[in-house]
């Protein structure tokens, strides 16, 4: 079992940054690729950017590529996703997530993911 804890949402302007934390339990935090997704009002949960086990893999949506980073501290048990350059479009609730895979690509499907956060509110004004 691996509980995840996301924290740093909150309400900003266009353009500014944050930084996403995703805290996980358990020991076995490296052996999980790790993903970033977000959910707007209305709209179907979509993943925003993952990191394989190894650090050694990342993906970006389209949408965010360019402004975004996701990085990960095996050492803290943490993920986080730096954004920059945000805007209102970004505005949604984000959600970490763990796979407990150690290929060396990433998993791009909510289905593939075996635990998820809470989420943590994004909201961007204009």
């Known amino acids: 079992q691996v509980w995840l804890v996301e924290s740093g949402g909150g309400l900003v302007q266009a353009g500014d940054s944050l930084r996403l934390s995703c805290a996980a339990s358990g020991r076995t935090f490296r052996s999980y690729g790790m993903g970033w997704f977000r959910q707007a009002p209305g709209k179907e949960r979509e993943i925003v950017a993952a990191?394989?086990?190894?650090?050694?893999?990342?993906y970006y949506a389209n949408s965010v590529k360019g402004r975004f980073t996701i990085s990960r501290d095996n050492a803290k048990n943490t993920v986080y996703l730096q954004m920059n350059s945000l805007t209102p479009e970004d505005t949604a609730v984000y959600y970490c997530a763990a796979e407990q895979h150690m290929g060396p690509g990433v998993s791009l499907g909510q289905n593939e993911y075996d635990y998820w956060g809470q989420g943590t509110q994004v909201t961007v004004s204009s």
């Open positions: 990191i394989n086990w190894s650090d050694s893999n990342t």
